[in-house]
């Protein structure tokens, strides 16, 4: 396994640049996710350190070695894709053999190879099969052995969970920290979900619009992010973004501000700012209500099921945890420290 060095990448397309100035440094054997919304140069950035595009302006490097010219067989990293890209005509085994047929490898050292590799993933059974007779499971699960028998010293993967159901994708997350705990291949990971970056990223690096936003531990940036971007990416439902100077209750934090609040972060009380009711979902163990205050709507969420029953139109009384504030420069968006 290998660090991997991003160093001043910039990548145009044309008029389009899709990566702008992008500098990371990622750890031997750390597993880090770029987060970011769609079109924001995810799969470019991956491309780039795979070797399947060239940057504009900038170097790559892997270990020590600058490798930004150099051809994808010769980095010895391995890409899982979104579609799983395995071939069609070949069992399960001889997919994941794959990479060892190339590279020459004897048939006894292939088939060790194999079955160590489908008993780490639990797919034992399946060998046999061609992909179409596999679930999207399943078939994820073998492209990441294809992509494992290689020992690569870098993964990366590419949105590899967005085919899958709800509850599959829990799974599988599961499953690739799993195999990152026991493997400690140096991976970068690639999604717009923020919660598979919370879980899987021992870092997380935002990116918007090709700019590297923020980097660190996941509750950090969660806890402390630079921007009110990053605030309202991370967290489910998104953090409260209100103007200071739309709202009387508000005016005390100055001219120009934006306030973020957590929905969490939010009560229910007596008397206080007073908002209607839009929705109110129950997502089991917690209520989501939607709210309108003026024309924009605020978002609190309560495990008080009682609020489950209110109807649409009800006067509901907020308060806003005072230490739970975020405070934005509503030119910049760029944070302004109030504790
Ligand atoms: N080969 C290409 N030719 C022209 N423009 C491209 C090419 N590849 C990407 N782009 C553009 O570069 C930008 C970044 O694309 P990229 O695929 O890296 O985004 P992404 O973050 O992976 O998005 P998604 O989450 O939708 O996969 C987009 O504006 C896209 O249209
Ligand atoms: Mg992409």
């Known amino acids: 396994m290998s660090s991997v ?17 992008l500098s990371l440094d990622i750890k031997e054997g750390e597993f880090i996710v770029l ?17 399947l595009e060239h940057p504009t302006k900038g170097k790559i490097y892997i270990g020590s070695k600058e490798v930004t010219y150099m ?18 005509h070949l069992s399960a085994y001889d997919n994941i053999a794959f990479p060892l047929r190339i590279a020459k490898t004897n048939k006894d050292r292939i088939k060790k190879h194999v079955m160590d590799t489908a008993t780490l993933l639990g797919i034992n ?16 699960r073998v492209a990441v052995g294809r992509a494992i028998i290689r020992e690569p010293s870098v993964f990366l993967f590419d949105e590899p969970l967005s085919n899958l159901d709800a509850k599959l994708r829990v799974q599988m997350r599961a499953e690739l920290a799993r195999l990152h705990n026991e493997l400690k291949v140096t991976s970068i990971y690639v999604t717009h979900d923020q919660v598979e970056a919370m879980t899987l990223g021992e870092r997380i690096a935002v990116v918007k619009d090709g700019i590297l936003l923020q980097v660190g531990k996941p509750m950090e940036i969660y806890e402390d992010p630079k921007n009110a971007f990053v605030a309202s990416f991370l967290g489910s439902p998104a953090m409260n973004l209100l103007q200071s100077e739309k709202y009387k209750f508000l005016s005390k934090y100055g001219k120009d501000k934006i306030i973020g609040i957590r929905p969490e972060d939010i009560s229910i009380v007596k008397s206080g700012i007073e908002a209607t009711l839009d929705v109110a979902e129950m997502i089991g163990s917690e ?37 739970r504030i975020y405070l934005f420069s509503a030119t910049t968006e760029e944070r302004i420290k109030n504790n």
């Open 287 to 323: 209520i989501i209500l939607y709210l309108k205050l003026e024309d924009e709507t605020i978002i609190v969420k309560t495990d008080s099921h009682t609020y489950a029953e209110l109807k649409p139109g009800s006067k509901v009384n907020l308060k806003l945890k005072e230490d």
């Open 5 to 21: 060095k991003i160093e001043n990448i910039t990548k145009k397309f044309g008029e389009v640049v899709a990566v702008k100035d």
């Open 35 to 51: 987060l970011g919304p769609s079109g924001c140069g995810k799969t470019t950035i991956l491309r780039i350190v795979a070797g």
């Open 71 to 88: 051809r994808p067989k010769e980095r010895n990293v391995a890409m899982v894709f979104q579609s799983y890209s395995l071939y069609p």
């Open 125 to 140: 059974d399946l060998l046999h099969k061609k992909p179409r007779e596999l679930s999207g499971g399943q078939r994820q």
